[in-house]
T-cell receptor
Framework: EDQVTQSPEALRLQEGESSSLNCSYTVSGLRGLFWYRQDPGKGPEFLFTLYSAGEEKEKERLKATLTKKESFLHITAPKPEDSATYLCAVQAAYAGGTSYGKLTFGQGTILTVHP | GAGVSQSPSNKVTEKGKDVELRCDPISGHTALYWYRQSLGQGLEFLIYFQGNSAPDKSGLPSDRFSAERTGGSVSTLTIQRTQQEDSAVYLC?????????????FGEGSRLTVL
């Protein structure tokens, strides 16, 4: 069974204090790993897709990286508006490379950035 | 509409009653997902539609839960004989076939409270 574990559960930073969020995963065959951001009372919003170990993606103050067992979301010089819950998800590739499309999500990391 | 629309946004019901939750995906999106998010928990996969068929319904927790999709568009999630443990936010998401298979567009959810 696919599993995703995120750490820490919660992270409090001062504005400008860089840090990283971790996503560890086990999946029979990885088709893709995805990061989402969720604001209170809203649905998750897509951030990044990573397909293979060594891949990196960047967007503003966020950079996502991937190894064979985990992914990191690096936040550089965060601002209060970066406060949100960050969710990691994996999609498995089944026999023949097909996928039924199911994403398995972790429980998320609640990030709070203080001014 | 511009985004995924869900209704009702809030539903309070008594234990034992049936409820229907509706999802109107982004026009042209052939894939549709239902997830459940309980307080402080990650997203729990329920069911995935491709067009009107459901190749993966492995996440439906019991036979009280059912979902259908008609016309390749609107989907309804029905919960019969609701229980208190069904209380959660039910999220719907859609995406286009052939695109990044992990880039889901989520609605804002239907918050269900079972008294």
């Amino acid at each position: 069974e696919d599993q995703v574990t995120q750490s820490p559960e919660a992270l409090r930073l001062q504005e400008g204090e860089s840090s990283s969020l971790n996503c560890s995963y086990t999946v029979s065959g990885l088709r893709g790993l995805f990061w989402y951001r969720q604001d209170p009372g809203k649905g998750p919003e897509f951030l990044f897709t990573l397909y293979s170990a060594g891949e990196e993606k960047e967007k503003e103050r966020l950079k996502a990286t991937l190894t064979k067992k985990e992914s990191f979301l690096h936040i550089t010089a965060p601002k209060p508006e970066d406060s949100a819950t960050y969710l990691c998800a994996v999609q498995a590739a089944y026999a023949g490379g097909t996928s039924y499309g199911k994403l398995t999500f972790g429980q998320g990391t609640i990030l709070t950035v203080h001014p | 509409g511009a985004g995924v629309s869900q209704s009702p946004s809030n539903k309070v019901t008594e234990k034992g009653k049936d409820v229907e939750l509706r999802c109107d995906p982004i026009s042209g999106h052939t894939a549709l997902y239902w997830y459940r998010q309980s307080l402080g928990q990650g997203l729990e996969f329920l069911i995935y539609f491709q067009g009107n068929s459901a190749p993966d319904k492995s996440g439906l927790p019991s036979d009280r839960f059912s979902a259908e999709r008609t016309g390749g568009s609107v989907s309804t999630l029905t919960i019969q004989r609701t229980q208190q443990e069904d209380s959660a936010v039910y999220l719907c998401a859609s995406r286009m076939t052939g695109t990044n298979t992990g880039e889901l567009f989520f609605g804002e959810g239907s918050r269900l409270t079972v008294l």
